[in-house]
């Protein structure tokens, strides 16, 4: 288990929501998961768009980090979609 259990709804510094799917097995990036991306297609259906903690851009600083936890319910997400 990471530092975010698997399950937990996260604020991305993209201003991104997403699940936590599988934590990173190398101790020294806990921090950096591999999570779903909460949104959904034109029909309202979820989607499955999967980002990893560990992609760096160009300069090899991170893509996307961890910024919060957040509620599911307070934003009406039922985690339980992502992973069906």
């Not at 510094?13 to 934590?23: C, F, L, N, Q, R």
């Not at 300069?59 to 069906?84: C, E, M, W």
């Amino acid at each position: 288990m990471g530092i975010f259990p698997i399950g937990s709804l996260v604020m991305l510094d993209t201003h991104e929501m997403g699940v936590i799917y599988k934590a990173n097995p190398d101790p020294k990036f806990m921090d950096r998961p591999l999570v779903i991306l909460v949104s959904r297609d034109q029909k309202g259906d979820v989607k499955k768009e999967f980002a990893d903690l560990m992609d760096v851009d160009g300069q090899g600083r991170f893509k996307r980090s961890v910024v919060k936890t957040l509620d599911p319910n307070k934003y009406h997400i039922d985690i339980a979609k992502y992973f069906i």
